[in-house]
């Protein structure tokens, strides 16, 4: 077990590691298939969301649809 | 002799089609700056569209757990355009495209690459930049623009979808400032011609499709509507109207009168 200090839409977030986006996810409460995540300005694709580990550092962007013109 | 039955229906209409795909209405919209959900579904309900647009954005960490709007907008029945708003940059647009066709319900993009934060305008630089890489990475691109013609050439050449020039700003309920310059577009183009941004009320929109145009988008016409349903209601209909006198073909105007009364048999005087 490691702490992970990584930053989540522009705030800082700890979190035990090893973890994966999944994890985090799992840990905020959403739903995978209805948010995208970037990991350092990559998307990352749904089916390795749980494939994919987090690291010391890393800037984690979670986007979804909202109402828009 | 035969007679002619006069037609009891308007003129029959091509669908529309962008992409090779059909919709079922002219009227797109937004789904923006509504007092709430239920009013925003009423409201797109009424309007009879089948595109609405969303735009991508952070989700809330703290609020996770209300609705999205997605629960409001079924996919099924609805077609969702993603588009870039918001976006000052052709990277910052394409960033923002690529992660709204990662949601995965399409590749298109309402694309918006803006270059004055008062007036909303696009940068067309920008815009011609963004459209070309996307068009490159498969995105069905639909560029919002200036009443422009030059530019919306450029656009078609790039390899747009559809072209979308502005009636006037975004949210500024203005109607159509420059008649001339949406019809010439129209004229000009091959590609579809859809009006976005700047429609305020029923008489806009019905002006606007009998420049000839494929299509209009709206949102704060509705959103900020004092009822926004019957609002949306009054659109769709000025929409068809508008589109209906535009293939019937429009009388010409004219500086001088012309008597619509006979000249003949009037009365001695």
Sequence with gaps: MRELRISVNGEPRTLEGPATIADLLQELRLNPRMVVVELNRQIIRRPVLEATALSDGDTVEVVHFVGGG | ?269
């Design chain 2, 1 to 269: 002799m035969t007679s002619t039955i006069p037609a009891a229906e308007p003129l029959t209409d091509l669908p529309l089609t962008i992409a090779g795909r059909t919709f079922r209405s002219r009227l797109m919209v937004g789904t923006g700056k509504y007092h709430d959900n239920a009013t925003m579904a009423r409201a797109i309900e009424a309007s009879g569209a089948e595109i609405v647009t969303v735009a991508v954005r952070r989700v809330n960490l703290d609020r996770t757990q209300e609705e999205g709007i997605l629960y409001h907008l079924h996919p099924d029945q609805y077609f969702l355009l993603a588009n870039t708003a918001g976006c000052y940059t052709a990277d910052e647009a394409i960033r923002y495209a690529r992660l709204a066709r990662e949601a995965g319900f399409n590749e298109y993009i309402k694309l918006e690459v803006i270059g004055d934060r008062e007036t909303l305008l696009p940068d067309t630089e920008g815009l011609l930049a963004a459209t070309r890489q996307l068009v490159k990475e498969g995105f069905a691109v639909m560029a919002y623009t200036t009443d422009d013609l030059v530019t919306a050439l450029k656009l078609e050449d790039a390899g747009c979808a559809a072209v979308m020039p502005l009636a006037s700003p975004i949210g500024s309920g203005l109607g159509l400032l420059n008649p001339y310059g949406i019809r010439t577009i129209k004229r000009r183009l091959s590609v579809p011609v859809i009006v976005d941004a700047g429609v305020g009320t029923a008489s806009d929109a019905c002006l606007t499709m009998e420049q000839g145009v494929d299509g209009i988008l709206m949102n704060t016409a509705l959103a900020e509507a004092r009822d926004p349903a019957a609002m949306a209601w009054a659109m769709r209909w000025a929409v068809d109207a508008g589109r209906a006198a535009f293939l019937a073909g429009r009388m010409p105007r004219r500086e001088v009168a012309v008597p619509s009364s006979p000249t003949r048999g009037m009365l001695a005087q």
